[in-house]
């Protein structure tokens, strides 16, 4: 049994036996209360922790050696093209989990993501606030319809997929099973768009165990400068630069 069917069943069992308590005797109600606050805490940690894979099954690591850079939210009229012509300098093969409204807005740049060789995956089509939110259908349709984008910008079919934010539901995960995509989720954070390219530098180089699935965006000022130093450390390091579905090669 999977993880996240685990954890699903153990908390609805726990929660059905402390509301009978409840129900049927005089059960102390702050019992009750700090129950409640930890299903609170669990449905917050599993919704926003995709690595945890509490309600879905994703893939978070990849081959040791390895590091996959991946970016997300693009593709974006003047950072995706430089950081395409930085990848191409550099021969490495990156992975692109693009917003479906943005494919649409720039089919000529998703165009090239593929032409050059990097995967290309959904990242929904609205990248809403309310992602987390939103039914099984909703979602399921988000997903859909970014493929859709990127298959007509493209001529590429994707299965591959990272949820906006990296959050997840029980919703969600029905989403994904219904559309047969394959999650991609990460080891390695970067927080680059809180962070400076020093600091992000400064939390990989210090890291203990390295990532081996990093989330970037390709949408920022200093995207650029980043890749590069990061490029220049796996070298250094002898770490193999790959696209997250490097043992799956998408057709």
């Known amino acids: 049994m999977k993880r996240w069917h685990v954890a699903l069943i153990l908390r609805s069992i726990a929660s059905v036996i402390i509301l009978a308590f409840a129900f049927f005797s005089w059960f102390p109600m702050w019992i009750v209360a700090l129950w409640l606050l930890v299903l609170l805490v669990f449905t917050v940690y599993a919704s926003l922790t995709l690595p945890a894979r509490l309600y879905m099954e994703a893939r978070c690591k990849g081959k040791p050696g390895t590091l996959a850079l991946t970016f997300d939210d693009g593709p974006h009229p003047v950072q995706t093209p430089a950081l395409l012509d930085l990848l191409a300098k550099e021969n490495v093969k990156a992975s692109f989990f ?20 990097h995967a290309i995956g959904i990242h929904s089509y609205d990248h809403h606030w309310t992602w987390g939110f939103l039914s099984t259908a909703k979602a399921a349709q988000e997903i859909t319809r970014c493929a859709g984008a990127i298959h007509a910008a493209t001529g590429k079919r994707t299965l591959l997929f990272r949820p906006p934010f990296g959050v997840t539901s ?10 047969l995509v394959r999650t991609i989720g990460w080891d390695l954070r970067t927080f680059d768009t809180a962070r400076t390219p020093d600091q992000v530098m400064r939390n990989i180089e210090k890291r203990a165990t390295p990532g081996t699935i990093a989330v970037l965006h390709d949408t920022l000022p200093g995207t650029i400068e980043l890749v590069e130093r990061i490029i220049a450390h796996c070298r250094r390091n002898g770490t193999t630069l790959v696209r997250c579905d490097a043992d799956q090669q998408q057709p």
């Open 98 to 117: 693009c917003i479906g409204r943005h494919v649409d807005e720039h089919p000529a740049i998703a165009s090239r993501i593929v032409k050059d060789g």
């Open 170 to 179: 029980p919703n969600i995960a029905r989403a994904v099973r219904r559309t």
